[in-house]
């Protein structure tokens, strides 16, 4: 249609009405109007659902329904033309149900005239293209709020007056959750003070901060802020981004960084030390064919056991720093090196007094190599040992002990160590197995000695998890494959 011609959609159950109507419109020249009408509720219902009209022009009476009622549906089901009331008489309630529903004006039929009629409608037509562009842009900006990379809120004071859809990952709250409450609720007590500082500012850019999320967890975030006039009012809109990934990421370049410096310690240890312990070795394997007696002998095999396993630790270091696999692996004997390992922590339970349990059903055979097989039994038995003494420190002196046990599976064997420690918090369970990780003093631990296991058994195809409660104890549970 040209833009001087325009649909009107009647809806009166009066024939002579739209006869009244037709006739005012006709009188306009400057304007040229088709009129539509329909009689019924259910036909001008109909006719407003599926026509495309500008404008509407809609009695108050409409036999045994109003015009109020069918206005009210259309506008719930989402249809926004521009609609006219028209009654019999001046009634200012209705005036008002009418507006409050959607009405674009209000007109009285007695005092219709052609003039009253075209400036009525062209208002109308005006307002509902405002109206829908209006609409639209509320829809653009809709769509952009939503889809930006960065959570925001938008804050009157420190309270959330609206929400995008990124925040819900971010804090696990639904957008409705978030609304009206304290920004301050979703960020760690440590940051309150920092953060109601920031909002007293012009702007703010890239504050670090620690955010909660609805199930308790810790997230590393990175707010910017700055005044805005949202609705008239100022307020503060704040962009947040969830640095988990960042953090990650800077981790594992930090321990990329560290695993270089335990290279150079690697390869600095398997030469300042090579030799003498060379030496030793050589001597004590001379002491074994010199001497008869067999006590002497006993402990000279034992010193270069030591040696070798000292040997293949600082291969490991080198394997862990290089990240190289020392080796896929061959059958080893389980139950042998269970028993080299425990030859070697017995008299240190006993010394402590910690009774050891050992559940094996038979013969068992995995895929490992077995002197670095027994570095990881020795690390977990002694970090088991370590946790018990500690449990009994803080006071739980009874009952303590260690079970090794073993589940044979149809390709894999379980060898679980569990103790009745100290436990380990939460917190650091995902951290135990990195390198340098460790909660004992300085001079106590290294943090090598877990991870140098993990590494170990990832190489031959197998996994080692850990299950503990604090005040409870750890589980182990290392699995192998079969050969």
């Known amino acids: 249609m040209s833009l001087d011609e325009y649909k009107i959609l009647l809806i009166d159950d009066k024939k002579d009405e739209y006869i009244n ?254 030799t003498p312990m060379g030496v030793i070795r050589g001597r004590a394997e001379m002491v074994i064919k010199k001497v008869e007696n067999e006590f002497v002998k006993e402990n000279m095999n034992l010193i270069v056991s030591q040696i070798d396993r000292i040997s293949k630790l600082v291969h490991s270091l080198l394997h862990l720093a290089r990240s190289s696999a020392p080796n896929t692996g061959a059958s080893v004997s389980l139950n042998r090196v269970v028993e080299s390992v425990l030859t070697l922590v017995r008299h240190e339970l006993a010394q402590k007094d910690i009774p050891i349990e050992i559940k094996f059903p038979g013969e068992s055979v995995v895929r490992a190599e077995a002197g670095p097989l027994g570095q990881v039994f020795l690390n977990l038995l002694v970090n088991s040992i370590h946790a018990i003494e500690e449990a009994r420190r803080s006071g739980r002196t009874g009952g303590h002990k260690i079970s090794l046990s073993v589940e044979e599976l149809d390709k894999k064997i379980k060898i679980c160590i569990q103790d009745s420690g100290c436990g380990i918090p939460e917190k650091n369970l995902s951290q135990i197995f990195k390198p340098f990780f460790t909660t004992k003093d300085i001079g106590s631990g290294t943090g090598l000695g877990l991870a140098i296991s993990f590494k170990l058994v990832q190489s031959w195809n197998g996994n080692i998890d850990v299950k503990s409660q604090v005040g409870s104890g750890s589980l182990f549970t290392v699995t192998l494959l079969r050969p």
């Open 21 to 274: 109507i037709r006739n005012l419109l006709s009188q306009i020249a400057s304007v040229k109007y088709s009129l539509i009408w329909e009689s019924t509720y259910e036909d001008g219902l109909q006719a407003l659902t599926s026509e495309g009209f500008d404008a509407c022009l809609l009695d108050s009476n409409l036999g045994e329904r109003t015009g109020l009622e069918l206005l009210q549906e259309a506008r719930g089901r989402g249809i926004n033309n521009p609609v006219i009331f028209l009654t019999e008489k001046t009634d200012f309630e209705v005036d008002v149900q009418a507006m409050q529903v959607g009405a674009s004006d209000y007109l009285v039929k007695t005092q219709l005239t052609s003039h009253l009629l075209e400036r009525s409608i062209r208002y109308a037509i005006k307002h509902g293209f405002d109206f829908q562009q209006l609409r639209e842009s509320n829809d653009r900006f809709k769509v952009l709020f939503n889809s930006t990379f960065a959570g925001f809120f938008v804050l009157k004071n420190d309270i959330i007056f609206d929400v995008n859809s990124p925040m819900e990952p971010i804090f696990g709250y639904r957008r409705e959750e978030m609304t009206g409450l304290s920004v301050l609720r979703f960020l760690h007590p440590d940051f309150h003070d920092p953060f109601i500082k920031g909002l007293r500012s012009e702007a703010t850019v890239g504050s670090e901060m620690i955010g909660i999320r609805k199930d308790g967890q810790d997230i590393p975030l990175e707010l910017s802020s700055r005044i805005i006039n949202f609705r008239g009012q100022s307020m503060h809109l704040i962009a947040i981004r969830d640095l988990t990934e960042r953090k990650q990421m800077e981790a594992q370049i930090l321990q990329q960084d560290r695993l270089a410096s335990l290279g150079l310690l690697a390869s600095g240890l398997a030469h300042e030390i090579g």
